[in-house]
């Protein structure tokens, strides 16, 4: 990848950020910047925090201590409009979570009407424009229920562009899919990247990390771990626990001996 | 069970499973004939076909029992439906709400009409209210009455039901309705509630049947005759031609209503079953 150029404040900024599940502390002081136009992998094995980092990020769970930034906005600051801030912040789900009893096109139009107070003939190009950006115009018509898993998160990923965002997170968009189906969604992201897209992607996706990140962070039992580039985290990691994360990975058959690391949390991810 | 010497046994004596199968079988036939039989030798024909069926006083009833009866019940359970439907979203969405004491009154709400007879509901709104306050009038004289008591009831069972649609959409709705930018209230109305009256649908019309039937409690509301409904123009009927024929006339009128309806929540329920997979 072209290094990008990074000038001004960063993107998206996090804190000394801490976040507890009751008695169980997910996340033990966060810091972490990302600049405009930067994609960042956030990698770790299950139960790491990542997918709760993630979803602090647009407060969709509330930090127990530390402060988020998204574009200048303390989001963590209680008298924020919240609501504002997050039509700034498209969020893509593992479970897709597109509106089941509307239309793909409705999908797209209604968030935009209702949120954004668009015209129906705005709401309707912009919808249409997007569809086409992930290769599903054809489906414009087509309810959610009857388009595979693949389809269906990249009218996910057309439904927050059509928000007009200007930063992206993923949640492992990809760990809900068939194998076959893969493929299409991680290309969808690729473009985005390449299209300048501040991104924040939670993935198991290594080739994707490696191909399209500028950089990847490793977590573990709820701090970062390590953080560098792909080549550095992913090529040559420096720390015991992300060979270990790595190699897992690589030979599935290995993750009974190790089992026993850091596997509590659950739930998000 | 004798199945245990089957091993030292092959073919052992007395009954097969098959035997002692259709055996059985038989004998729960042959006692339905046989009751079948008794009850049509000792019923008096004669006499149940004077009291039940006399041809001349059911068809004095038409077309009475269907433009007015008929309407004035379908009447009473549609407008108690309403008033049950936006009092139970109330109370269902106060049940769901952060606010203590919206829960707690909710609760309470619940407890108290789900607890109560219907036919205590009717004489509290028909005969307590106008007691107690002589001058108010409850607007729409009858029809309000009846829609203001076949609603506080059915409230209390609507109100579960929507909490438990609305509880049943997935969370991730909502985080996704949020994510866009939908406030909870605007995210309430546009995703989550559609999608929870689509899975409540059958009980919810489960319920209108149930209003149907107790729209017969306006019996002891004491109407005119042009408010009578199906149970109330069926005893009068009954009483002044001393005969029960009424009756049965406007029991069939109920289940001409609720039998199809009926079907339809089957066909809704095997149709969500389907779109569950």
Known sequence: MTAKTLGGPPEIQVRALYKSFGDNEVLKGIDLEIGRGEVVCVIGPSGSGKSTLLRCVNLLEEPTKGQVFVGGTELTDPDVDIDAVRRRIGMVFQQFNLFPHLTVTENLTLPQRRVLRRGKAEAARVAAENLGRVGLAEKADAYPSSLSGGQQQRVAIARSLSMGPEVMLFDEPTSALDPELVGDVLAVMRRLAEEGMTMMVVTHEMTFAREVADRVVFMDGGVIVEDGTPARVIGAPRHERTRHFLSRLLDPAMAEVEEETSDQVGGSD | ?277
């Open chain 2, 1 to 277: 069970m004798a199945d245990t010497d089957a091993v030292v046994q092959p073919r052992k004596k007395g009954l097969t499973r098959r035997q002692k199968r259709s055996l059985s079988r038989g004998a729960q036939y042959a006692v339905f004939v046989a009751a079948v039989i008794a009850f049509a030798v000792s019923a008096d024909w004669g006499r149940l076909k004077n009291q039940f069926a006399q041809a001349d006083i059911a068809e004095q009833m038409f077309p009475d029992v269907i433009t007015l009866a008929l309407k004035n019940t379908v009447l009473y359970t549609l407008s108690g439906f309403a008033v049950g439907l936006v009092l139970g979203m109330v109370i269902a969405l106060m049940r769901l709400s952060s606010v203590g004491p919206y829960r707690w009154f909710a609760g309470v709400y619940i407890e108290i009409f789900r607890g109560l007879p219907a036919l205590l509901i009717f004489i509290f709104i028909g005969v307590a209210v106008p007691l107690a306050f002589p001058g108010t009038e409850i607007v729409g004289g009858t029809y309000g009455k009846v829609a203001l008591a076949l609603g506080l009831v059915a409230a209390a069972y609507m109100a579960e039901t929507i909490r438990a649609g609305i509880q049943a959409v997935p969370k991730g709705q909502m985080e996704a309705a949020r994510s866009l930018g939908f406030s909870p209230a605007r995210a309430m109305v546009s995703i989550i509630i559609p999608q929870a009256f689509r899975i409540i649908l059958p009980p919810l019309t489960n319920e209108l049947v149930l209003l149907f039937k107790d729209s017969s409690l306006v019996l002891f509301l004491g109407v005119t005759l042009e408010e009578r409904e199906l149970s109330k123009y069926g005893r009068d009927l009954a009483s002044t031609t001393a005969n029960s024929t009424p009756i049965l006339v406007a029991g069939l009128c109920y289940l001409l209503v609720t039998i199809p309806l009926g079907f339809v929540v089957r066909r809704m329920e095997a149709k969500a079953q389907e779109a569950v997979k």
